[in-house]
């Protein structure tokens, strides 16, 4: 699998259509996934951060967050770092393991 630009994947979250991805999810979606490091496949921006930028509040980020993981889009672990606060990492489904994920189509 050839190696995915940020840019694409913000383009394929704005482009996937299902009926439980708003344009506010969608617009929290791709927040997250411009954070995408090809390197890892994770993403690791904080909701404090998403809220600011994009004037949303927790239970929207919560909800769309939710929402991708049950679309098989994207997956969260909880991280803890000794003298910070709890964080989050997200990777999008197949973009961690050596698998293409069906919802991203043909990058």
């Known amino acids: ?3 995915l ?6 383009n394929a979250v704005l482009e996937y259509q299902h009926k439980d991805l708003t344009p506010t999810r969608k617009m929290i979606l791709a ?3 411009g954070t995408y490091n090809p390197r890892t496949g994770q993403c690791n921006p904080g909701w404090r951060v998403i809220a600011k930028r994009l004037g ?3 239970t929207s980020i919560h909800r769309a967050i939710h929402t991708a993981n049950d679309l098989d ?3 969260w672990v ?4 000794l003298g910070e606060g709890p ?3 997200y990777c999008w489904q197949g973009l961690c393991p050596d698998a293409k ?3 991203l189509g043909n990058p």
């Open 87 to 89: 964080q989050n990492s």
């Open 56 to 58: 949303v509040d927790r």
């Open 31 to 33: 927040a997250i996934a």
């Open 73 to 75: 889009m994207l997956s």
């Open 1 to 3: 699998m050839k190696t």
């Open 5 to 10: 630009k940020t840019t694409d994947l913000i």
């Open 101 to 103: 994920p069906a919802w």
């Open 78 to 81: 909880k991280l803890s770092y």
